[in-house]
């Protein structure tokens, strides 16, 4: 069924009457098939219009061979159909005859606006750089070209942008030709036309652009508004070129500027310096992470002494220890610090072990995890502490000379340790056996 397109010269807001031809059920979809059509079919890798056909939702707009055509992949487009696809339920309260049709004028405008401005970017770039467009996604958030050059420098860059802005300020036509094949190369191409067509469809740009497309464009330049480059990346030996146009500049530099005045405000920076502060900023957090780093290598160093001072005070008071008589246990050292994390613990373990061939089992409370070092040649500790940790509930596990613990509840945790031996409070604050 012949479908009259309309849908190049009408990307109005205002209802649209057409005709209701046929109602095709798909599945959950259904076809609607129109006399007249204001809504593009997706194509030329522009996304198809969106809208309602007398209050039902468009969900998509495709073109299709019609069901009797003979050959089904022939290049006569006006022989394809026109499908409207809306849900079947509501499909359902429609029938043949007289329909309004309403655009979602604002989407079709940002369709438009990328579109065009892509034709002007990578005419654009082609001028200014020698480099073609191999490849182009129009997406609802982003739009990239991919560009035939390994690297484009960031000056090049900003030439292109301020090229393309001086293309929209010119307010440049947009005019549309309808070529034969034959007559095709009379019109300087940035890209190879379709095979197959009886007809040429190519969009000029005035004193910028030809190239052959199927789709819906800006009147003029100037409707582009603004383009920006937002990123430009390695792309499989191309450039990869992200890019916005017209409102979606509005939005991204609203945004942008909102988020400036966040850190504007809380950097006590002009908006506009907000880069140099935070740059400050990280410069002064590593200095103080530098200094904490520092300071906690140093506190684990006292803490791993006085651990150890400790211990010999009191083997000291108490003799020779169990390994000393012949054990081939090494000694214990073992305790719990009731502040500090894991981490603390660790760096306190891993000093202290170079100084002492003793098992160390330290403990975070707060943390309710331990750790386990020792330094003895052919020592291993897995044996005695697996038993006790599996019995309190505990999960851990490591190797013959250190080895990691946690436990769900902090009485796990001090059950634990008290079975290595008999926990007594020394400052208050660590507890050692
Ligand atoms: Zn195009």
Redesign the pocket.
């Known amino acids: 069924m012949r479908t009259e397109r309309l849908y190049y010269d009408y990307a109005s807001p205002e209802p649209f009457e057409a005709e209701i031809r046929e109602i095709r059920l798909m599945g959950d979809r259904a076809a609607i098939l129109l006399d007249k059509t204001i809504f593009y079919p997706e194509g ?3 996304d198809a219009d969106r809208g309602s056909i007398n209050g039902a939702a468009l969900l998509d707009v495709r073109e299709a061979p019609p069901p009797d055509s003979a050959d089904p992949s022939g290049p006569a487009e006006k022989g394809k159909e026109i499908l409207h696809f809306v849900p079947a339920a509501e499909a359902a309260k429609l029938s043949p005859g007289r329909a309004e049709l309403l655009l979602d004028a604002r989407r079709r405008r940002d369709l438009t606006v990328h ?1 065009s401005a ?2 002007l970017l990578s005419g654009t770039i082609l001028r200014l750089t020698g480099k073609y467009t191999l490849s ?1 996604h129009l997406g609802a958030e982003l739009c990239t070209i991919d560009v035939d050059a390994p690297e484009l420098s960031k000056e090049t860059l900003l030439r292109v942008e301020d090229a393309v802005m001086d293309a929209i300020e010119a307010d440049a036509p947009l005019v549309i030709h309808h070529c034969p094949p034959e007559d095709i190369r009379k019109f300087p191409l940035r890209k190879v036309p379709p095979r197959g067509e009886e007809v040429i469809r190519v ?1 000029e740009i005035a004193g910028h652009d030809f ?5 819906a ?1 800006c009147r003029s330049t100037a409707e582009i508004g603004i383009l920006r480059i937002l990123a430009a990346e390695k792309y499989k030996g191309m450039t990869r070129i992200s890019f916005i146009a017209g409102r979606r500049v509005l939005l991204d530099s609203r945004l942008l500027r909102q988020n400036g005045e966040t850190v504007s405000r809380a950097l006590k920076v002009p908006v506009m310096e907000t880069g140099a502060g935070v740059l400050s900023l990280l410069e002064k957090t590593a200095g103080l992470e530098r200094d904490l780093k520092a300071y906690e290598e140093a506190e684990a160093e006292t803490l791993a002494d006085a651990l150890l001072e400790k211990a010999a005070e009191k083997t000291r008071g108490q003799g020779q220890t169990g390994a000393e008589a012949g054990d081939q246990k090494p000694p214990l050292i073992a305790g719990t610090y009731d502040r500090g994390s894991i981490e603390k613990i660790l760096r306190i373990g891993r000093r202290a072990q170079k100084k002492t061939g003793a098992l160390l089992v330290l403990a975070s409370r707060e943390d309710r995890k331990f750790a386990a070092f020792c330094a003895a040649k052919g020592a291993d500790i897995r044996p005695l502490l697996k038993e006790p940790l599996e019995r309190h509930g505990g999960r851990g596990g490591g190797g013959p000379s250190f080895f990691q613990g946690a436990f769900e509840t902090p009485a796990g945790l001090a059950a634990f340790m008290g079975d290595l031996g008999e926990m007594r409070p020394i400052d208050g604050n660590v507890k050692i056996i």
């Open positions: 030329g890798g522009q579109h892509q034709h182009m969009v190239s052959p497309c199927c789709g464009h």
